[in-house]
C-alpha cells in the first residue's frame, strides 16, 4: 500500500490517523508489512517514520494549522475518536508531504487522552481496590506509559509484595488520604524547610555511618535517580533517602518472607508454657545492614550531599526503594542466626530455633522484617539475642509489655494477652441518616460504597486478629462492594457499635508439657447463604488444647467463601472439614519440627456438627455425590493413616465456628473461650 497526494484519504484500518501533527504514539507491537514492497523500503524511510512519530507526539490537541478546534470523544465500544467543531467524526487518514510513495508508518497512532481525563496519581500515592472478591491495598510504583492507550495503566504493589499492573479507567479504586496510610508526609514545598534539611542531614550521616556506598567517577555509567521522603513521626520530622528501583535495567528477586500470624500464636504459646520471657526487637535502619550486593547499582547523589557534578554514588547495600531491599535484610539475617547456632523451619522462613546438645528446645524468635520477637532460656538470650545486638545496631529491644506489628501485646505470668483495644477505639461509627437508612433497597452511591468496603477492611483486619466474632460479617460484606444496597451500610453500622461495646482480645495460656497437647479443629459450614443463595460459608477453628487442664490457645480461624458451589449441606460441611484438618496437620507438624518430637506425637482431633459427615467419613461405602467422593477419601486417607486421630460430633449450640458461618448465631461461647483461654468440657 503506497500513501497517496498529500491529504489523500487512505483506508489503512486503524494503521494511520488525520494531520500527523495532530495525534501521539502508543509503542504497541509493530503490524507485518503489506505487499507492494514495504518490507524492503523499511530501511531507507525509517528516518521518515521517526520524523512522523516525533511530530505526533509533541503536536497540542488543537488544530492550529486550520484554525478549527478538535477534541477527543471515547466511543462506547472505548476507542478514541477525533471530532471537529461541527461535532462530525474525522476520518483517519496520513498525509506524507513531499513523498509519493513513502510507506504508512507501521506503528499504531492513537490520540492521548483529554487533561481532563488523565487519572491523577504518582509514585508513592496509595489506593484501596477490590481485586477477586477482596479488598486490597497497593502503592503506585509508576505510570505505564507517559502517552498512548496505555496513558491511564499503572505498576502498582500491594501489601502483600506482589506487583500488578492496572488499567485504572477499568478498576475500581479510592485514593486514600494520608491519615489513612497512617503516616503524616510532608509535601515537596516544605523540603526546604529548616527542620527538613536537618532531617535530610541525619539520614546522610546515617548513610556514611553505615558505609553504604561509595563515590566514584561519571564515567556514563547506567544510573538511577532518588527522592526524599520526609514525613512526621509526632512532632519530630523523619527523612529516608530512596532509590527509585523501579529504573534498574536489571530484574532482581524483591519476596521477603515474614512470619506466618498463627505461628506467631505459636510462639506466644510455647513462650507462656516455657515460662520464658517475651522480647521484641528493632533493628535500626535495617536496610542500610543488609547483605552486601552482588550486582552494581549506581545513583545519583542528591543535592544536599554536596556531591561534585562529576561523581555517582556506588551502592554497598540495598538502599530503600530497591526492590530487594528487604530480602538483602533477610538474607544477611538469616545466614547470623544459622552461624549462631539456629535451625530456620521448613514450614515457615521466618521462623528459627535453637535446641541444646541434648536436643532440648532453649529458644525461638520469628521474623517481621526488621523486627524480632523472641523467647528463651538465659543460654538463647546469652548466645543469639545478646550476639545480634552486638552484630546490629538495635533500636530498642522491649519485654513482656510492647506493640508488635499492630498487636498490644502483654505478658503475666501464666498467659498472655493480646489485645487490638486501640485499634478498635479508634474506628468512627457510620452516621446514615435515619431518611436514607429507610431506604433499604436502594442502590448504594460511589461514596457509600466507598464506605462500604473501609468498614470491611476494619472489621477483616481486626476479624482476623482478635475477633472471630466479626469474620462472617466481613465476608457477607465483600460479596456487596459491586451491588450493595443501604441495608447493606445499615448491617456495617450495625456492626461497628458491636466493635466498640465488647472489647477485641485473646489470652494464650500455660499449656503445660507439650507431651499434653492436642490440635483441635472445630468446623462448620452454611449452604447457598452468599450471593443471593449461590455462595455457601465455610469456617474453622483451631486450638491449642491441655486435655488434662483444658486450658487453650487459639492459633488460628479463618471464614470464607467455599471455593467451588456446593448442592448438599454434607458437601459444604465434608469441605470445610478437609481444609480445617489440612491446617491442623500443618501446625502438628510445625509443633513437632520446633520441639524435635517424632512423627504424629501430637494428636489431631476433628469438631462437626452434622452428623452426616461423621457417618460419611467412617463408611465404607461412597456418598452419591462424585466430586465430594474425593474430599471424603482424603478425610478417611487422614485418618487411616494417623495424621488425624478422630473426627466427633457435637451439638450445633456447642460448635465454636457456628457464628462464623451465619447471620445472628451466639458468639458468646466462642468469645469465652478466646478471652479465657479455657476450653469448655464437651
Not at 505459636?266 to 516455657?274: G, H, K, R
Request: a negative charge; glycine letters at 8%; charged letters at 35%.
Amino acid at each position: 500500500v503506497d500513501a497517496g497526494e498529500p491529504g489523500e484519504t487512505i483506508n489503512a484500518d486503524e494503521t494511520v490517523v488525520d494531520n500527523p501533527t495532530e495525534s501521539s504514539v502508543s509503542d504497541q507491537e509493530e503490524e507485518p508489512a503489506t505487499e507492494g514492497g514495504l518490507e524492503s523500503q523499511e530501511s531507507t524511510n525509517q528516518e521518515l517514520v521517526d520524523e512522523f512519530i516525533d511530530d505526533a507526539e509533541n503536536n497540542e490537541e488543537e488544530d492550529t494549522s486550520t484554525g478549527s478546534g478538535e477534541k477527543t470523544i471515547v466511543t462506547d465500544d472505548g476507542k478514541r475518536k477525533r471530532k471537529d467543531d461541527s461535532d462530525q467524526l474525522i476520518e483517519k487518514r496520513v498525509a506524507v508531504e513531499g513523498r509519493e510513495n513513502a510507506p504508512i508508518p507501521k506503528k499504531k497512532v492513537v490520540f492521548p487522552p483529554n487533561k481532563q481525563e488523565k487519572i491523577k496519581l504518582k509514585k508513592g500515592d496509595w489506593i484501596e481496590m477490590e481485586e477477586n472478591g477482596r479488598l486490597i491495598r497497593a502503592s503506585i510504583l509508576n505510570r505505564e506509559k507517559l502517552s498512548g492507550r496505555y496513558y491511564n495503566y499503572f505498576n502498582i504493589r500491594g501489601e502483600d509484595g506482589l506487583e500488578r499492573n492496572i488499567d485504572g479507567e477499568r478498576v475500581k479504586f479510592k485514593k486514600l488520604e494520608e491519615e489513612e496510610c497512617d503516616m503524616v508526609m510532608i509535601p515537596a514545598d516544605r523540603h526546604k524547610d529548616d527542620d527538613c534539611m536537618e532531617a535530610k542531614n541525619v539520614e546522610l550521616k546515617k548513610l556514611e555511618e553505615f558505609d553504604s556506598y561509595e563515590t566514584v567517577n561519571d564515567e556514563g555509567q547506567y544510573r538511577i535517580s532518588c527522592r526524599w521522603i520526609l514525613w512526621y513521626k509526632g512532632e519530630e520530622v523523619r527523612a529516608r533517602l530512596v532509590a527509585r528501583g523501579f529504573e534498574e535495567l536489571e530484574s532482581v528477586r524483591s519476596d521477603s518472607p515474614t512470619m506466618d500470624k498463627c505461628n506467631l500464636r505459636l510462639l506466644l504459646t510455647i513462650c507462656a508454657s516455657e515460662k520464658w520471657t517475651l522480647q521484641s526487637s528493632d533493628v535500626k535502619s535495617a536496610f542500610l545492614q543488609g547483605q552486601h550486593l552482588d550486582r552494581e547499582v549506581i545513583i545519583k547523589p542528591p543535592k544536599e550531599a554536596g556531591v561534585a557534578a562529576e561523581k555517582l554514588w556506588k551502592l554497598k547495600v540495598a538502599l530503600y526503594g530497591l526492590n530487594d531491599a528487604s530480602l538483602q535484610f533477610y538474607i544477611k539475617v538469616r545466614s547470623i542466626l544459622v552461624k549462631l547456632g539456629c535451625i530456620q523451619s521448613t514450614m515457615d522462613s521466618a521462623l528459627f530455633y535453637k535446641r541444646d546438645q541434648s536436643g532440648k528446645l532453649i529458644g525461638v524468635i520469628g521474623l517481621h522484617v526488621d523486627d524480632f520477637l523472641h523467647c528463651g532460656s538465659q543460654d538463647f538470650e546469652r548466645d543469639v539475642t545478646q550476639k545480634l545486638a552486638e552484630i546490629f545496631q538495635m533500636g530498642k529491644t522491649v519485654s513482656k509489655s510492647f506493640n508488635y506489628v499492630g498487636f498490644d501485646i502483654d505478658q503475666k505470668n501464666d498467659s498472655i494477652k493480646v489485645d487490638q483495644n486501640k485499634f478498635a477505639a479508634g474506628l468512627e461509627l457510620i452516621n446514615i441518616p435515619p431518611a436514607r437508612a429507610k431506604q433499604v433497597d436502594d442502590k448504594l452511591t460511589p461514596e457509600e460504597r466507598s464506605q462500604l468496603r473501609k468498614v470491611a477492611g476494619q472489621l477483616g483486619w481486626l476479624g482476623r486478629g482478635s475477633r472471630p466474632d466479626l469474620v462472617f460479617a466481613q465476608v457477607e460484606m465483600s460479596t456487596h462492594f459491586v451491588d450493595g444496597k443501604v441495608k447493606d451500610l445499615n448491617q456495617a453500622a450495625k456492626m461497628m457499635r458491636k466493635v466498640k461495646d465488647s472489647e477485641s482480645y485473646f489470652t494464650v495460656r500455660d499449656l503445660g508439657n507439650v507431651s499434653d497437647w492436642t490440635v483441635e479443629v472445630s468446623t462448620d459450614a452454611s449452604l447457598c447463604n452468599l450471593n443471593d443463595g449461590v455462595g455457601s460459608t465455610g469456617a474453622k477453628v483451631v486450638l491449642l488444647v491441655n486435655e488434662k487442664t483444658g486450658l487453650c490457645a487459639p492459633l488460628a480461624w479463618h471464614a470464607n467463601k467455599i471455593a467451588r458451589i456446593v448442592d448438599s449441606t454434607l458437601a459444604a460441611e465434608c469441605v470445610s472439614l478437609k481444609e480445617g484438618l489440612d491446617e491442623g496437620i500443618q501446625i502438628r507438624q510445625m509443633i513437632e519440627e520446633i520441639y524435635g518430637l517424632k512423627d504424629k506425637t501430637v494428636a489431631v482431633k476433628g469438631i462437626v456438627d452434622n452428623k452426616g459427615t461423621v457417618d460419611a467419613i467412617h463408611s465404607t461405602s461412597s456418598v452419591k455425590d462424585r466430586k465430594l467422593r474425593r474430599d471424603v477419601g482424603a478425610i478417611k486417607q487422614m485418618m487411616s493413616e494417623g495424621e488425624v486421630a478422630g473426627v466427633t460430633w457435637c451439638p450445633g449450640k456447642d460448635q465454636l465456628a457456628d457464628c462464623m458461618t451465619k447471620k445472628g448465631a451466639s458468639a458468646w461461647d466462642l468469645m469465652e473461650v478466646f478471652q479465657t483461654g479455657k476450653r469448655k468440657a464437651s
